[in-house]
């Protein structure tokens, strides 16, 4: 199971619209267990249309049919490649048993709670016995109160699917929770890709680090210094040489209002420039060379009297950053 | 707990509201205090009423089947496809909505007619004509009861969510089988609704039949050109029975169509 995850606007929508044909490439190919489904591009086009992918798509808000029963819905990829209506209704009723939903039968979508037209759509998409199985934000139209729940039982559901399966995200929970690649996108272009562990490790775009909540800093080492894209340097140990990223946890982050002692720390000035409360920590924007956000207590904002605008020393030690190779 | 606002009372606005509804109820009022009902009930089994209003439903049902036939794969290709032109077509397909039905005849008349731009091969050809032929009597009703149906199906079309017939797609319907299973009963109500809205044009449809098809008893002569023609012959009892019936018929409409048009408040 792999995630394409990315935020709103990035293209997520588009790349699954694409791969199930519903949008046209304008140049690349898409392949499916070694048979061309389309190939854009000046030399020998190819393009299976959407009806003859082998792929089944579990929509955002699911586009059950709204003037058909469960059953209906489900049996309606199987009529529509030649199944006869009664073995197609009775593979449907299997479908639906598996899903935990024995008893909808010819109930309409509209009478069904989102969990069951979730698990409706999914039976709907695999009954057809796609090779891949896409899945755009399939937890985003319920409610919060049963997304958990929703997520476990689909996460099982999809083991047992040996087919490619795609999920399109916003929600880096919910790809972390249901897929064991990740794939974040941005603009359009994949950022990085690789395992959760992998990806949230060592994030490689503004977009990954703020998901994990770290300061992502880019720049160019020499001889265990850094010297940031964005202006100031840092020192950092291991930091090897040439292009290089640097991550900075926001707790590692001290604030002072006087220059601090100790040698093996990064010491520059900064303000602060915005104040957020998060439980008994604040979480502070210091613009500087560079700017980060620092995580400090409450006590500490009393004692540094910390608000907008306030000048403050900055110092991270050289072991808390963190560097790899951009 | 809300209260609905209070509306000032405007006297003279309630004044002409009035005299609108009066203006309405009036020859209703008229029609049913002034029929000869025993003589009228008499003339209900007189088979030129009986043909007049058999031809009438006829002709009518014809030409909505006829209208749905041609005018949703229009409003289809109005509503969905893009092409040069497209809004002269929905003009021109409009135009009968305004335009004067008689006009509509005349029009018809120089196209299909003996020596008309279309009609004068068509018979020449295959000896077919139409003008004056209970076929032509379905012709006018279509041409001017067509843009009803044609207008309701494609703003029914446009409202529809497209991403209904994707997901079809996705689970490999082709072309045919999305527009039967998924397209068509999506827009049910608004085809419902302008064939309905096409059947009663058709039904009470006059200039365009009596100039195109002319008035021949039980060929052309639907109940809209026997209440005229009985009217004219000083013939009271079967025009006004005819016009009762007509009445019936148009409440039968509104109540099926309560709801859409007539909202509860």
Same mark, same amino acid.
């Given at each position: 199971?792999?995630?394409?995850?990315?935020?709103?606007?990035?293209?997520?929508?588009?790349?699954?619209?694409?791969?199930?044909?519903?949008?046209?490439?304008?140049?690349?190919?898409?392949?499916?267990?070694?048979?061309?489904?389309?190939?854009?591009?000046?030399?020998?086009?190819?393009?299976?249309?959407?009806?003859?992918?082998?792929?089944?798509?579990?929509?955002?808000?699911?586009?059950?049919?709204?003037?058909?029963?469960?059953?209906?819905?489900?049996?309606?990829?199987?009529?529509?490649?030649?199944?006869?209506?009664?073995?197609?209704?009775?593979?449907?009723?299997?479908?639906?048993?598996?899903?935990? #939903? =024995? +008893?909808? /039968?010819?109930?309409?979508?509209?009478?069904?709670?989102? @969990?069951?037209?979730?698990? !409706?759509?999914?039976? *709907?998409?695999?009954?057809?016995?796609?090779?891949?199985?896409?899945?755009?934000?399939?937890?985003?139209?319920?409610?919060?109160?049963?997304?958990?729940?929703?997520?476990?039982?689909?996460?099982?559901?999809?083991?047992?699917?040996?087919?490619?399966?795609?999920?399109?995200?916003?929600?880096?929970?919910?790809?972390?929770?249901?897929?064991?690649?990740?794939?974040?996108?941005?603009?359009?272009?994949?950022?990085?890709?690789?395992?959760?562990?992998?990806?949230?490790?060592?994030?490689?775009?503004?977009?990954?680090?703020?998901?994990?909540?770290?300061?992502?800093?880019?720049?160019?080492?020499?001889?265990?210094?850094?010297? #940031? =894209? +964005?202006? /100031?340097?840092?020192?950092?140990?291991?930091?090897?040489? @040439?292009?290089?990223?640097? !991550?900075?946890?926001? *707790?590692?982050?001290?604030?002072?209002?006087?220059?601090?002692?100790?040698?093996?720390?990064?010491?520059?000035?900064?303000?602060?420039?915005?104040?957020?409360?998060?439980?008994?920590?604040?979480?502070?924007?210091?613009?500087?060379?560079?700017?980060?956000?620092?995580?400090?207590?409450?006590?500490?904002?009393?004692?540094?009297?910390?608000?907008?605008?306030?000048?403050?020393?900055?110092?991270?030690?050289?072991?808390?950053?963190?560097?790899?190779?951009? | 707990?809300?209260?609905?606002?209070?509306?000032?009372?405007?006297?003279?606005?309630?004044?002409?509201?009035?005299?609108?509804?009066?203006?309405?109820?009036?020859?209703?009022?008229?029609?049913?205090?002034?029929?000869?009902?025993?003589?009228?009930?008499?003339?209900?089994?007189?088979?030129?009423?009986?043909?007049?209003?058999?031809?009438?439903?006829?002709?009518?049902?014809?030409?909505?089947?006829?209208?749905?036939?041609?005018?949703?794969?229009?409003?289809?290709?109005?509503?969905?496809?893009?092409?040069?032109?497209?809004?002269?077509?929905?003009?021109?397909?409009?135009?009968?909505?305004?335009?004067?039905?008689?006009?509509?005849?005349?029009?018809?008349?120089?196209?299909?007619?003996?020596?008309?731009?279309?009609?004068?091969?068509?018979?020449?050809?295959?000896?077919?004509?139409?003008?004056?032929?209970?076929?032509?009597?379905?012709?006018?009703?279509?041409?001017?009861?067509?843009?009803?149906?044609?207008?309701?199906?494609?703003?029914?079309?446009?409202?529809?969510?497209?991403?209904?017939?994707?997901?079809?797609?996705?689970?490999?319907?082709?072309?045919?089988?999305?527009?039967?299973?998924?397209?068509?009963?999506?827009?049910?109500?608004?085809?419902?609704?302008?064939?309905?809205?096409?059947?009663?044009?058709?039904?009470?449809?006059?200039?365009?039949?009596?100039?195109?098809?002319?008035?021949?008893?039980?060929?052309?002569?639907?109940?809209?050109?026997?209440?005229?023609?009985?009217?004219?012959?000083?013939?009271?009892?079967?025009?006004?029975?005819?016009?009762?019936?007509?009445?019936?018929?148009?409440?039968?409409?509104?109540?099926?169509?309560?709801?859409?048009?007539?909202?509860?408040?």
């Amino acid at each position: 199971m792999a995630a394409l995850l990315g935020p709103n606007g990035a293209g997520k929508t588009t790349v699954l619209r694409a791969l199930a044909g519903l949008l046209p490439l304008a140049e690349g190919r898409v392949v499916l267990d070694g048979r061309l489904l389309e190939q854009a591009g000046r030399e020998r086009r190819v393009r299976v249309p959407a009806e003859r992918r082998p792929v089944g798509v579990v929509f955002q808000d699911y586009l059950l049919f709204p003037h058909l029963g469960a059953v209906e819905n489900v049996a309606f990829g199987l009529r529509s490649r030649g199944m006869r209506r009664a073995e197609a209704r009775r593979v449907a009723a299997i479908w639906l048993e598996r899903m935990g #939903l =024995a +008893g909808v /039968g010819d109930a309409r979508p509209g009478t069904l709670s989102g @969990g069951q037209q979730q698990r !409706v759509a999914l039976a *709907r998409a695999l009954a057809t016995d796609p090779r891949m199985l896409l899945l755009d934000e399939p937890l985003a139209a319920l409610d919060v109160s049963i997304r958990a729940e929703v997520r476990r039982d689909l996460r099982r559901r999809l083991r047992e699917f040996d087919g490619v399966n795609l999920l399109v995200t916003h929600d880096p929970l919910e790809a972390i929770a249901l897929a064991d690649r990740l794939i974040v996108i941005e603009g359009g272009r994949i950022v990085q890709a690789g395992t959760p562990a992998e990806v949230t490790e060592r994030p490689r775009s503004a977009y990954v680090a703020d998901l994990v909540g770290v300061n992502l800093l880019r720049g160019r080492a020499d001889d265990g210094a850094v010297e #940031l =894209a +964005g202006g /100031g340097h840092l020192g950092a140990v291991g930091a090897g040489s @040439g292009e290089v990223f640097a !991550v900075i946890a926001p *707790r590692s982050v001290s604030l002072w209002r006087s220059r601090p002692d100790g040698s093996p720390r990064n010491v520059w000035r900064g303000r602060a420039s915005g104040l957020d409360l998060l439980g008994d920590r604040v979480r502070v924007r210091i613009e500087g060379q560079p700017t980060l956000v620092a995580e400090v207590t409450t006590a500490a904002v009393a004692e540094l009297h910390l608000a907008e605008g306030t000048e403050v020393w900055v110092s991270v030690k050289a072991t808390d950053v963190r560097v790899y190779p951009a | 707990m809300t209260q609905r606002p209070v509306q000032p009372f405007n006297p003279v606005l309630v004044g002409l509201a009035a005299l609108a509804a009066l203006f309405f109820v009036l020859p209703l009022v008229g029609l049913v205090a002034r029929t000869p009902w025993a003589s009228a009930l008499g003339v209900l089994g007189d088979a030129g009423v009986v043909a007049a209003l058999k031809l009438s439903l006829v002709c009518s049902l014809a030409s909505t089947v006829l209208a749905a036939v041609m005018g949703v794969p229009l409003a289809w290709v109005l509503a969905r496809l893009r092409f040069p032109g497209k809004n002269l077509l929905r003009g021109l397909t409009t135009l009968p909505m305004v335009l004067p039905p008689v006009v509509g005849g005349v029009a018809l008349l120089l196209a299909f007619g003996r020596r008309g731009l279309v009609g004068q091969p068509l018979n020449e050809a295959f000896g077919v004509s139409l003008p004056f032929t209970t076929a032509g009597v379905i012709m006018a009703e279509t041409f001017v009861a067509m843009p009803f149906l044609v207008i309701t199906v494609e703003a029914g079309l446009r409202s529809m969510d497209v991403r209904f017939e994707e997901a079809a797609r996705t689970l490999g319907a082709g072309r045919w089988t999305v527009f039967r299973r998924v397209t068509l009963p999506l827009i049910g109500p608004s085809l419902a609704a302008g064939a309905v809205l096409a059947w009663s044009r058709a039904l009470g449809e006059f200039g365009a039949t009596i100039t195109f098809a002319g008035n021949f008893p039980g060929i052309t002569q639907t109940a809209p050109l026997a209440i005229y023609i009985d009217l004219e012959s000083l013939r009271l009892s079967p025009a006004v029975m005819l016009s009762l019936v007509m009445v019936v018929v148009s409440l039968v409409v509104l109540v099926a169509l309560r709801g859409r048009y007539l909202g509860d408040a």
